[in-house]
Structures are given as structure tokens and as C-alpha cells.
């Protein structure tokens, strides 16, 4: 007779593994939570749920909610560490609470039967995971802004977990998982930001003729010139079936591989004789999606191909590439690409267009070179923190999946 398979995760720390190491117990909600419907409380903070920080106070949402501050005597106390099912469900419906408020009363506040028996970070993890959202389609109901849950039938269902000790270890490796998440994304969105503000201020504006921000040694005005004096299409078809690879343009990434943006057997059938030819120094945008950024430059250092839809441009010498390609991902030059694309379903930006396009230059190529790597360095460092927040957001998608039964 074969060995009934143990309630056990498929990884464990070492201290809970081996031939004595404790099964996860199954029980059911109304088991493991209660409700709580404590008022009374008007002066405490009222609380709202979001998405990414759980309850935090109204104010901070971003959005100016009304409520009537008469009512807020009804409204519900909320400890830290308890939890909150409420009527939208971009988190599965739940949201966990860091602080103490007061919320809603449509709202059902949750804590633990017993004491000292369950992890507040171990539980987090499971009721925000995306394993336990699925499981809630179930039982949840429809209502007009999304979907919702009642404690009735979130006590139905039964959750897996081992004593207390093993879940505060997952706990706070959770815990602190998610503070490296928190911090990659900080400092990603600090770069961002630092990027805008940086590209506003060493650009002139509205046709000035010096930037705010400038590196020493340079004093020449800079002018307002037309691309039509710096720039000539190029993009000969493949006519011969070059072997090249096919590439294509993508709004955040610029140029990438074709099979990373769409599935290999919809690539097969493509006719390649019809693809336009982009060397390397040169430009290739989508007259559809320009006006989200859709422009790339090559800096492969190889010859590929790309969609005939695509337009390609060859820029002067007298332009820095990086300098240039810095520009147009600027607020200022996108601002007049919807200026200047035509159509009524879909705008597109042609080639006779773009060239009427405004484009602040500086005739020193040591300038132009300056600012160009400045931005190339910072955006470099926008890709590196973009990738460890990847990483670190696939490693605790695979943690979920083989720590948790």
C-alpha cells in the first residue's frame, strides 16, 4: 500500500525538514478568523484598502472620496495585523492592515480566533497570494465595480499551514522579500522621475535659446531647427532575402528581437523580402505608435530587419545618435509628434511630417556627446534596477509556489 502523501511544501527550511518534520495542519476559515465589528470610534484616521499598501489612511489614496464625517461613529476599528475583506477586488478583496483606523462598515474586519497561534506575515502572503485569488473566483459574486466576498463563504474554504514557529520563518522571508521589491521599485521610480526632470532642464524650452542645467565649459545659444536639416529616410527593402535577424520596435525596450515580441509561428509564414534594412546608426520608428514612443535606434552594431510598416531614418553627422535619441524620448518632442500626426482612427506620424518636427540643437558635437552620455549612463541605471526588480519579483512568484502547500 503506497505512503499517503504528507500536506508539505515542496521547499522548507532545513530546521522543519527531515523524517519527523510536521505535516501542515488543513482547516477551514471560520477555524482559523473571526470577525470584528468594534465602533465608536470617530476620531481615529479613516482608512481606505489599496492595491499595494493595504489599509492606509483616505487622504492618501489620491482620490478625493466623500464620506459624511457624521457617520464615521458607525464606522469599524482596524488593529494592525488584521485584515480586511472589502467590495473591490483588485487584491482578491482582501487587504491586510500596518496601522490603526477606522473604515467602512460595509467592510468585514478579520482577526485570529486564538492567540499567538498565526504569523500576521505568513497570512499576508497567503490571502494577497495569487494562488488564493484564484481559488476566491469560486466563491465570490458579481457587483457593478468588480467582485466581491462575503465572510459566509470565505469560511468555507480551507488553508494549509504549519504551527507557528515555521510561519513566522516564511513570514519574514516574505517580509523581507518584499522590502528589496519595495526598494528596487523606489529607486527605480526616483530614476524616472530623475530622468524627466533632467531631460526638461538641459533641453531649452519653448525655442529658448540656453537650458537651465549645463555642463561647464559650454556657453554657445543653441537654436530651434526642423529635423528636415538633419535627418534623410533611408530602409531599403530586403529585396534579396537577407539573412538578417528580424527585429522589432518596442515603446520601453527600443529595438528588440521579433521573437521576443511575438510568438514564433505567427513570425514563420512573414514574408522577410518585404522587411526594411536598418544599419547600425540608424533610426526606425512605427508612424502608428510614435506618439507612445514607439522609436528606436540601432545600436546593435549589425545590420538587421524590421516590418515594412516601419520607417527609417539615417540622422546627420553633425547630431550625436545618443543625444538625438534622448530627445525624442523627451515629453517636449513627443508633445509635437501628436501635433503633427494625421489620421482619425489611428494617427500616424509620416516621414514628411517628422521632419517638420522642432528639435532644439547645439552645434558643439562635444556638447551634444556630453549630454548624451549622461543620459545613456542614467538609463542604464534605470534598466539595471528594472531588471533586479524583475528577478526579485520571479523569485518570490516561484518562493509562493513551492514554500506555501
Request: glycine letters at 4%; proline letters at 3%.
Amino acid at each position: 500500500m503506497a505512503e499517503e502523501k504528507k500536506n508539505i511544501p515542496k521547499l522548507r527550511f532545513r530546521e522543519f525538514t527531515g523524517d519527523n518534520a510536521n505535516a501542515w495542519e488543513l482547516r477551514r476559515a471560520d477555524e482559523i478568523f473571526k470577525t470584528i465589528s468594534d465602533k465608536g470610534h470617530p476620531d481615529l484616521t479613516v482608512l481606505s484598502a489599496s492595491q499595494e499598501h493595504g489599509m492606509i489612511p483616505r487622504n492618501d489614496v489620491g482620490v478625493d472620496i466623500k464620506y459624511d464625517k457624521k457617520n464615521t461613529a458607525n464606522y469599524k476599528r482596524v488593529k494592525p495585523e488584521q485584515f480586511v475583506i472589502h467590495l473591490r477586488s483588485f487584491q482578491g478583496g482582501f487587504a491586510w492592515s500596518e496601522i490603526e483606523g477606522i473604515t467602512s462598515p460595509a467592510y468585514t474586519v478579520l482577526d485570529y480566533k486564538e492567540t499567538g497561534k498565526y504569523s500576521f506575515d505568513f497570512w499576508k502572503e497567503v490571502l494577497t497570494s495569487p494562488n488564493f485569488i484564484k481559488r476566491l473566483e469560486s466563491v465570490t459574486y458579481g457587483i457593478r465595480d468588480g467582485r466581491s466576498i462575503s465572510f459566509s463563504d470565505f469560511s468555507t474554504l480551507k488553508f494549509s499551514s504549519p504551527e507557528i514557529r515555521e510561519q513566522q520563518k516564511i513570514g519574514s522571508f516574505f517580509k523581507h522579500l518584499d522590502e528589496l521589491i519595495t526598494l528596487h521599485q523606489r529607486m527605480l521610480d526616483e530614476y524616472k522621475t530623475l530622468k524627466k526632470t533632467m531631460l526638461s532642464k538641459m533641453f531649452p524650452k519653448n525655442g529658448e535659446k540656453y537650458p537651465e542645467l549645463r555642463f561647464s565649459g559650454f556657453t554657445d545659444a543653441w537654436e530651434l531647427r526642423k529635423f528636415e536639416n538633419f535627418v534623410k529616410k533611408s530602409g531599403a527593402k530586403n529585396k534579396n532575402g537577407g539573412n538578417f535577424p528580424a527585429y522589432s520596435v518596442s515603446n520601453t525596450l527600443g529595438l528588440v528581437p521579433q521573437t521576443e515580441q511575438f510568438e514564433e509561428s505567427r513570425l514563420s509564414s512573414l514574408e522577410k523580402k518585404d522587411y526594411r534594412i536598418v544599419r547600425p546608426d540608424e533610426f526606425a520608428y512605427n508612424p502608428a505608435r510614435i506618439n507612445v514612443g514607439s522609436i528606436a535606434f540601432n545600436n546593435t552594431k549589425k545590420t538587421v530587419i524590421v516590418s515594412s510598416l516601419y520607417v527609417i531614418l539615417k540622422m546627420s553627422e553633425v547630431l550625436d545618435n545618443e543625444f538625438v535619441l534622448q530627445f525624442i524620448k523627451s515629453d517636449e518632442f513627443l508633445k509635437d509628434v501628436k501635433r503633427k500626426t494625421e489620421g482619425s482612427v489611428r494617427e500616424y506620424l509620416f516621414f514628411a511630417n517628422f521632419k517638420n518636427i522642432n528639435f532644439p540643437y547645439i552645434s558643439n558635437l562635444k556638447e551634444q556627446q556630453k549630454i548624451g552620455s549622461f543620459f545613456r549612463n542614467l538609463d542604464e541605471l534605470i534598466t539595471l534596477h528594472q531588471r533586479e526588480l524583475e528577478l526579485l519579483k520571479t523569485l518570490k512568484k516561484t518562493m509562493l509556489q513551492q514554500m506555501f502547500v
